[in-house]
């Protein structure tokens, strides 16, 4: 069992309270994979001398809204006023970019280091904080992932985190390019940006 817990990120949050409401509205299957990008989002803050309460927390919830419907985030995009371009994409930009806004009103988050993390874990960043790293990282690496290139990427996570974050970029590109998928814009700038930091 954890012990830890959120008070220090938002006053009066008790850890247990999120994650009975998150395991009543997911499945079982997103709901443990969220703990476990928690638990290893908080040893990659440690490793790293990231925030660790706020890499565990945005770890925990990163995808809180992935099971909504598609309506539900064109509703949110809309009454939001985001980027109307995102409405040209799909649920795996938007459990992120417009998750995290789901999770501001609906969990009362307000902490924009840990909405951030959230809003960056699909598509990255040119501006990652080192908390966004250690979600993005924790998400690509949690012991039941399990796909070509996974130690290659657990190792680059145990040497750099700029790396790491390099190498699931390169990846997650190349994996949507092979399987005909459109790119999200950002994505580009990322990985454009990372590659040129990380060594791989
Ligand atoms: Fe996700
Ligand atoms: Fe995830």
Redesign the pocket.
């Known amino acids: 069992m954890t012990n830890f817990n959120y008070d220090k990120v938002k006053h009066g949050l008790d850890r247990e309270v999120l994650v009975n409401q998150m395991k009543n509205q997911m499945s079982d299957f997103r709901f443990t994979?969220?703990l476990r990008?928690e638990q290893v989002s908080r040893d990659l803050a440690v490793k790293y001398g990231a925030d660790v309460d706020k890499a565990g927390l945005a770890g925990l919830l990163?995808?809180y809204a992935?099971e909504r419907s598609d309506k539900e985030f064109i509703d949110e995009i809309k009454s939001k006023h985001l980027d109307p371009e995102l409405l040209n994409y799909n649920n795996a930009i938007w459990h992120g970019i417009v998750g995290a806004e789901i999770i501001k009103d609906e969990l009362g988050i307000a902490d924009e280091d840990v909405l951030n993390a959230i809003r960056r874990?699909t598509v990255g960043s040119t501006n990652m904080t080192q908390v966004d790293k250690c979600v993005f990282v924790a998400?690509f690496i949690e012991p039941k992932r399990d796909f070509p290139g996974i130690e290659a990427a657990r190792k680059y996570a145990d040497k750099s985190l700029d790396s790491a974050v390099a190498y699931e970029l390169k990846h997650s590109i190349a994996h949507l390019v092979d399987k005909n998928r459109e790119i999200y814009p950002a994505t580009f700038d990322s990985y454009n940006y990372w590659i040129s930091k990380g060594e791989l």
């Open positions: 994979h969220c990008v990163h995808d992935k874990h998400d």
